[in-house]
Each structure stands twice: as structure tokens, then as C-alpha cells.
């Protein structure tokens, strides 16, 4: 592991062909030299950094053929894969349904590997051939985070490889080794500070802030849980609040005139069991 780095990982892009997965590998900024792959039917690995939580992990990332042979991948090579990001291409509906045989094989060779679901091409949205409501309901009913990418923007591409990241460490407990006890720098304290105190993860690409910082402040932002909450629909209008606002609501909730009115029923409820009714 390089001095300057936290962790390194190894990460597999499975899919069918021409789904973009080399795509994705050749946006990314490249930090290793070419060498030959160990396997015919893997290309030559990338090695690229990402920030979380500002941390840099190193990735090793793997693009199969999607020549059907994962089995195969996963007894010769890449048992010591920790992340798998499953591509598939939104103006494609033959490769979404590919999906499906690919996870038969994953759970079958590689069960309990952490992964995520990756909708390629994201800049052909008028081409698109699979809802977006069904992608998200077919990965959240197999437990999957999902994202959908645009390599021609450079649009989530390094954010879903960062929550990978994410759910690797936390698995596997290695997220304890960095939480030791030391003194946070003055920049890791003022990105924790920024990011308290927005909605939504999206609210950054506002800030008056250089490229450099931003993709330092969405590190941040996927850790401290910045994300918007919905409540349920109601006849209202529906309300949106951070968690900074639900708190405040639940301390309001436990206030001492609510403390009050309960102590006074339970009050009641205790003289009566008595035979004398509190006036």
C-alpha cells in the first residue's frame, strides 16, 4: 500500500458487452503503468484513487468481456474481488435482463461481495429503453444501491465507485483502523462544517467553490448522511426536512408542557385505580 494512501481496494465491472465498462475505466485518471492481464478474457486492471471522507483510497479495477464466463473469473482470479459494480446500458433493454443472469452467477461464486447497480449512458436519456422506477425497485428488492452514470458528462461515475467504497469498508469493520484518535486538520473540520449544513448531497455543485474542493465536500457529505428525508404523503403538501430539522422537531415533541400533560394523566389514571378521582 502506497504511503499516501488509506486502503487499497480491488473492485470487478461485470456485465454483458458494449455496456460501456470500459467507457467508465478510460473517463477515470489512470496511475499505473499497462500490464498484461493474468486472464484472456479480463483487460489489464486500473488503478485510480478516490477521496471518502477525505481519505484516499486506492482502486484496482477489473473490466470483464461479459463473455458469460464469470464462474470462471471468480474460481481463477478474482477471489480477492471486495466490490463489484454491475453495469448495464439504460438505452439497452436486452442488457438490463442480463443483469438478472449475472446476479444467479454472483450469488452462486461470489456470494455476500459487496455491490452496486450501475445504469451506463445516462447522457442518452431519450433513448432510454428501461424506466427508471423499475431499475430502483428491481434494486432495492435485491438490496442494491443504484446509480446511473454518464461517462460523456463524467456524471456519478466516481460518486458510485466512492459508496462501493463506502460499503466495503463498512463491512468489512476496516473503517475503525482511520476513526483512531488524532487530530482532525483544520480543512477535514471545515468540510464536516459545510456539509452540516446542507439539504442535499447536489447542493455543493452550487457553492462558489473550485472543482478540486467539491469533489472533497461530496466525500464528506455521503458520511455525515446529508440527504433530504420525506415524510409520508398526507392531504398537505408534502414536507421536506434535514435531519438537523428532525431532531428539533422530536426535542419540541419531548417538551415540558408535553411532560406535564403526561405526568398529570398518569396522575389521574393512578388516583382512580384508588377510588378517588383527581380534580
Not at 108 to 136: C, M, S, T
Request: include cysteine; charge should be positive; hydrophobic fraction near 35%.
Amino acid at each position: 500500500m502506497g504511503a499516501n494512501h488509506e486502503f487499497q481496494l480491488k473492485f470487478l465491472l461485470v456485465g454483458d458487452s458494449d455496456v460501456g465498462k470500459n467507457e467508465i475505466l478510460d473517463m477515470l485518471p489512470s496511475e499505473n503503468q499497462p500490464i498484461d492481464s493474468p486472464l484472456p478474457y479480463i483487460a489489464a486492471p486500473k488503478e485510480t484513487t478516490i477521496l471518502l471522507e477525505g481519505k484516499r483510497v486506492r482502486l484496482h479495477l477489473w473490466d470483464t468481456s461479459g463473455q458469460g464466463r464469470f464462474s470462471t473469473i471468480i474460481r481463477s482470479y478474482s477471489r480477492g474481488a471486495e466490490g463489484l459494480l454491475i453495469v448495464y446500458d439504460i438505452t439497452n433493454r436486452w442488457s438490463f435482463e442480463g443483469i438478472k443472469r449475472w446476479l444467479v452467477e454472483i450469488d452462486e461464486h461470489a456470494p455476500g461481495i459487496p455491490r452496486i447497480l450501475v445504469g451506463n449512458r445516462l447522457h442518452l436519456e431519450f433513448k432510454r429503453a428501461i424506466p427508471r422506477k423499475e431499475v430502483e425497485n428491481f434494486a432495492a428488492k435485491r438490496n442494491m444501491e443504484y446509480f446511473e452514470v454518464s461517462t460523456l458528462a463524467f456524471f456519478n461515475v466516481k460518486e458510485s465507485l466512492t459508496e462501493l467504497a463506502r460499503l466495503v469498508i463498512s463491512r468489512n469493520g476496516m473503517h475503525r483502523l482511520w476513526r483512531c484518535n488524532r487530530v482532525p486538520s483544520l480543512q477535514e473540520l471545515s468540510c464536516r462544517s459545510v456539509v452540516k449544513q446542507l439539504e442535499t448531497v447536489h447542493a455543493i455543485d452550487r457553492l462558489p467553490l473550485p472543482l478540486s474542493l467539491k469533489y472533497e465536500l461530496r466525500s464528506f457529505a455521503r458520511g455525515a448522511q446529508c440527504y433530504t428525508y420525506t415524510l409520508p404523503k398526507t392531504k398537505k403538501k408534502q414536507i421536506r426536512l434535514t435531519l438537523s430539522e428532525m431532531s428539533a422537531r422530536q426535542v419540541a415533541s419531548r417538551s415540558p408542557k408535553n411532560c406535564y400533560a403526561e405526568s398529570c394523566r398518569h396522575e389521574r389514571e393512578r388516583q382512580r385505580a384508588k377510588g378517588c378521582v383527581l380534580m
